[in-house]
């Protein structure tokens, strides 16, 4: 038995001892509204490849949700997409500001943001293609009590705090330099916007640094010690609701185990803040935002020309 086949028959096991995964048509309600991390296929007749060979593009939407709402019918907190490319090794974290004005089908032209609480991740997936082009094939949504629940249960991220943080409202207070962080901590540091430079464009980049921080201990610990991914398994069995096969999940974990660490690129749409109508809203560099979309689907990497400036002034 290859070591691929191996792991794939423990995962297995673990998932049917035990697994609270179910398919989404089928949650009731009240399931729904405490699933803290919910993922999906974008489109009904997505056929995965398992060579590798073309970019895997995932939607990852930070609902609003508190406890006991359902995160997938209350805005988008966070959202980005997320290209990556198995074979070439190579990822692209994109961050969308969620008062990007932009517009929403069936809606019309409003904050990017309300394309969840009125249709979902559906209407977020058609909003997110419409107006920048690349097809979306995953869609995730987390709620806060998820991702707190997710990094507890891996025992914490190790992330770079870039600057000094500290803001009431999110309740964030570090020092800038490398530390562990708890499922409470990740939060407040995703969250914060108001000690950040760059407000919700600052934001943004942070949010990309936790996807990145993720991908990049997954990979140290996979490879350091195999089993770890059964512990990253059971943290997804304990707090996400999907409706994809095992074996399919178990390609995207491997798939991103082969992505290297200085082959990931975080960025954010560059934009002005202004106003419409009374909402204070993000007008989007469209062309140039475009223009980043086409090239990281391509092959899940940026070219030099096409990565936007900092909104912190950190890389």
Do not use: C
Not at 8 to 15: E, I, K, R, S, T
Not at 20 to 41: D, K, M, N, Q
Not at 120 to 147: H, K
């Amino acid at each position: 038995m290859t070591r691929r086949a191996a792991v794939a028959v423990v995962v297995l096991l673990a998932w049917a001892a035990g697994s609270t995964i179910g398919s989404i048509a089928e949650l009731p309600a009240a399931a729904a509204r405490t699933s803290g991390i919910v993922f999906g296929r974008a489109h009904g007749g997505y056929t995965p490849d398992p060579t590798g060979r073309r970019t895997i593009t995932i939607l990852a939407i930070g609902s609003d949700a508190r406890p006991g709402q359902n995160p997938l019918a209350l805005r988008a907190d966070s959202i980005h997409v997320i290209f990556l490319h198995p074979r070439k090794q190579r990822a692209v974290v994109v961050g969308i500001p969620r008062d990007s004005f932009v517009s929403i089908p069936g809606l019309g032209t409003t904050k990017i943001n309300a394309a969840m609480s009125s249709g979902g991740p559906a209407r977020m997936v058609q909003t997110v293609e419409q107006n920048f082009g690349a097809r979306i094939d995953y869609w995730a949504v987390t709620s806060f009590w998820g991702i707190t629940r997710m990094f507890e249960t891996i025992g914490g991220l190790q992330l770079r705090v870039p600057f000094r943080m500290k803001d009431r409202f999110s309740e964030s207070n570090f020092h800038a330099g490398f530390q562990r962080l708890r499922g409470e901590q990740v939060l407040a540091f995703a969250r914060d916007r108001h000690s950040v430079p760059g407000g919700d464009f600052g934001r943004q980049e942070n949010g990309g640094r936790v996807i990145v921080a993720a991908l990049v201990q997954f990979k140290k610990e996979f490879r350091k010690n195999p089993s770890r991914l059964l512990t990253w398994i059971a943290a997804g069995v304990r707090n996400t609701e999907s409706n994809l096969p095992v074996d399919e999940l178990v390609d995207l974990a491997f798939g991103a185990s082969r992505i290297r660490f200085a082959n990931v690129q975080n960025v954010v749409l560059p934009g002005g803040t202004g106003n419409v109508g009374g909402l204070s809203v993000v007008q989007l560099s469209m062309g140039t935002a475009r223009a980043i979309f086409a090239d990281a689907k391509a092959d899940g990497a940026l070219r030099r020309g096409n990565i936007p400036p900092s909104p912190t002034g950190v890389r």
